[in-house]
């Protein structure tokens, strides 16, 4: 009996505390809010039943193209996108796009939470109400039924099974030759000049504090992280979420607030799942690993990875004989990295 009322306590306590934190999440959105600037603004235009996608960008001229296209076909009406000092054309570009609003910042990256304070002040001012997908731009969206079904389907079923959320795999896509032989043609689907991906090798870890299911595995694990497994990035994300003002995510959009909202992964709730096709290792990839390093804008503590950008600067192969080759969302859920659950 003691130790009943003694785990009833801790969990109650547990459960102020990630309040707490969601309540401080909130304000610094808000804080954080004075920092943008508006580009130009078209939220007038957004329905009551419209998918919206948000996203930090920085000198992503050469993939918006492509990921405005697939994610409009895939049902998103309206982009609402913060620019962090772009110098590449990308302000300019965006701001042509009929069904994008656009805010710019210049302030750092790191110190908004890798840009999830103005991401969550944007949403706490125009998602509420809305299925709300939050993603980077090297990320392209593929959801079970991918070339017969869009959002609005899958968020329709959502609704039916009163269900939040929809959690995806991030899967790192790479080429079979060096990285900088990697040639992508502006607007081609990411996987043109990525086209192999592992489709094995990950490990799944329940962690209680956000009651969350931790993945890690991929290519970056199993070539730069292989003797330290702890540093290899996490590969789950819960991008696509029934928005409320109260949300807030936590670390990119891996952890959100309430904690009920990252239990898409786990299996008895029977939800579909997706993968984020991840456009990372284009040839471009090795002018990152220059610039980057110096910037110290990505990682929260960037000096452990000296010797990830150093792996990546020497510009490797990073296929090798167990590599799978991208065919679809049918061979994702063949191969485990995705599932349709109970939406046949």
Known sequence: ???????????????????????????????????????????ATIQKN???????????????????????????????????????????????????SVWSTSTSYRSARF???????????????????????????????????????????????????????????????????????????????????????????????????SIRGGVRKRVFFSKKPDLAPHMHKTPLIKWRWRYAYVSSTHIALPARLNRGFDARHRLPTGVLLHAKFLDEALRQSVSEPIRKEHFTHPEFYNEYYDAVRSNPILWDSTSHSYQGWARLEQEGLMTRGDWD
């Open 1 to 43: 009996m003691i130790k009943a009322i003694a785990d009833l306590l801790k969990r109650n306590l547990a459960d102020y505390k990630l309040r707490l934190k969601r309540r401080w999440l909130l304000f610094r959105a808000i804080r954080k809010s004075g920092e943008l600037s508006t580009v130009v603004n078209r939220t």
């Open 50 to 100: 419209d998918i919206l996608c948000f996203a930090t960008v920085r000198n992503e001229r050469v993939r918006l193209p492509y990921f405005l296209k697939h994610h409009r076909a895939l049902g998103v009406s309206q982009f609402l996108i913060v620019d962090n000092a772009s110098d590449d054309g990308t302000r300019a570009y965006l701001e042509d796009q009929p069904d994008v």
């Open 115 to 213: 840009g999830m304070d103005w991401i969550t002040w944007l949403q706490m001012r125009y998602g509420r109400g809305h299925w709300c997908l939050t993603l980077d731009a090297d990320e392209a969206m593929v959801i079970p039924h991918h070339d017969a079904r869009d959002l609005k389907d899958l968020t329709a079923f959502l609704d039916r099974k009163r269900a939040e959320v929809f959690p995806a795999l991030m899967l790192d896509l790479y080429p079979k030759t060096r990285l900088d032989e990697a040639k992508y043609t502006t607007g081609a689907p990411f996987t043109d000049a990525l086209g192999f991906y592992d489709a094995y090798g990950y490990d799944w870890e329940q962690q209680p504090k956000y009651r969350n299911i």
